[in-house]
């Protein structure tokens, strides 16, 4: 849209357009009210050196009047920067009445979202381009934040009550979803991704409610908050073997035998992790049964048979 502020991320919003409007303004203010100051006073040292021949007398000055036009004119600018700033800021947090309702439950460290027409996702926010949105916001434990840079908007996610962003993102795209406020070890990872569609797509993609892969969601969801990708996400320091491309592979046993990595497999190291220790891995996988329902089970297994590159691990293990 406005290419002349590239030097902040994305905007997808008219909204994030005047926040940077201002922003820049503030900070190039700030800049040239620096630049003057330093310059006076470098000025000034040089002009009042010991030993310069400058004039020590003072200057004979209408010093209320100076006085007093300094004062106003430095509270119109700041009262003039309020006004345009409480302007901006409350357009974000009104509501407007036709805004399309989405609901997000935070957790340690997911996301998830429900739509009114049905759709759930995980770490991902679909939403439409050019429609106001009013996301309502709620956590089942710590305090989390929901950021949306390219929108410039972000709002805390409280246990207990709702919250709630109001947005329309204009420009279709996919954009960083964050959480902003510490809640914990996995705090870095508990991020996704906002993917702002033209409203006919919206639509069709709000009507496929047979979500293709749901399953596979919820397993990597379940893959993260069981603490799976602790030991088994990229960069971990902890010896466990990689999934990633693990599905379908012969895995030599430390016994000397080998299987096929299959659903069993899966489904055995999972349950009774000391049954099929990999040859060179020692056996410290503790059993997750008891832990896990069949149906969640199945998701683990959906999402390992082809996990891609797995989450990156925040591992703070020893
Ligand atoms: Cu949730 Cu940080």
């Known amino acids: 849209m406005n290419d002349s502020l590239s030097i ?18 503030l900070a190039g203010l700030a800049l040239f009210i620096l630049l003057v100051l330093a310059a006076t006073a470098v000025f000034f040292c040089i002009k009042y050196r010991a ?22 004119a430095i509270l ?16 974000m947090t009104k509501a407007s009445a036709d805004a399309e309702p989405i609901y997000v439950v935070a957790r340690q460290w997911v996301w998830t979202v429900q739509h009114a027409g049905g759709r759930r996702e995980i770490d991902e926010l679909h939403v439409p381009a050019g429609r106001p949105v ?12 929901l950021y949306l840079p390219a929108l410039r908007v972000k709002q805390d996610v ?57 399953l596979r969601r ?36 430390q016994d000397g035998s080998a299987v096929v990595a299959d659903e069993n497999y899966l489904r055995d190291s999972i349950l009774v992790p000391a049954k099929q220790v990999a040859a060179g891995y020692a056996p410290v996988m503790p059993s997750y049964a008891g832990q896990l329902s069949e149906q969640e089970l199945t998701a683990l297994a959906e999402y390992l048979r082809n996990p891609g590159a797995t989450p990156p691990s925040e591992s703070q293990h020893p």
Not at 52 to 59: D, E, H, Q, Y
Not at 77 to 90: I, R
């Open 134 to 145: 009013r996301l309502l916001m709620t956590s089942q434990d710590a305090v989390h934040s």
């Open 51 to 72: 030993g310069s021949r400058a004039s020590r007398a003072g200057v004979p000055l209408d010093a209320p009047r100076l006085e007093w036009t300094w004062t106003i």
């Open 218 to 253: 919820q397993g990597l969801a379940l893959f993260r908050e069981h603490g799976c990708v602790g030991c088994h996400g990229r960069g971990s320091t902890v010896r466990a073997p990689s999934l990633d491309g693990l599905f379908g592979r012969r895995v030599a046993l």
């Open 8 to 25: 902040l991320s994305p905007a997808a919003s008219a909204f994030a357009h005047r926040t940077d409007t201002l922003f820049l303004t």
């Open 76 to 91: 119109l600018a700041f009262l003039a920067l309020f006004a345009w700033s409480a302007h901006d800021y409350s357009g």
């Open 158 to 214: 409280l246990p207990g009550r709702y919250t709630t962003l109001n947005f329309r993102a204009d420009v279709p795209g996919r954009y960083p979803l964050l959480c902003a406020e510490y809640c914990g070890t996995e705090h870095a990872s508990m991020a996704g991704g906002l993917i702002v569609m033209p409203p006919e797509d919206y639509a069709r993609w709000q009507a496929g409610a047979a979500i293709e892969d749901g």
